[in-house]
């Protein structure tokens, strides 16, 4: 009857005869929860480790990423470089290629003209000696 007295009043005995304001049972409802919160805090803990790690290696590999970009860009630049100055040094040689041939017309119309005249000066030579 005694107990019914405290309980009613709200004090109750606990396993070791310990007098507490909470039933036993909520105070062992509240411990299971204390316990599992603190595992919770430790898994949360723990996850914000993995998570913080994979953040850190993710971050390194998109500076790779990066990094790897800017070369390939640095390559096509260099790339595109060298095909301008292939077409710039084609179309120097076509222009040194139209140039000869002009020459080489220039030289093939004096041949003729040196042609005539040598075949001239031939005939020039050949009544020259006959007349003598």
Known sequence: ???????????????LSKLRLLEPEAAQQTGELREECKEFVQ????????VGGLIDMVDQLAKEVEKEIM??????????????????????LQALIAEKRVQLERYRIQYEALLKVEAEQNEFIEQFVLQK
């Open 71 to 92: 070369k390939a860009i640095g390559a096509r630049n260099q790339l595109q470089s060298v095909a301008k100055q292939r077409e710039a040094q084609q179309q120097q």
């Open 43 to 50: 898994k949360i803990a723990e996850f914000q480790g993995v």
């Open 1 to 15: 009857m005694g107990d019914e007295v405290l309980a009613k009043s709200g004090l109750h005995f606990d396993e």
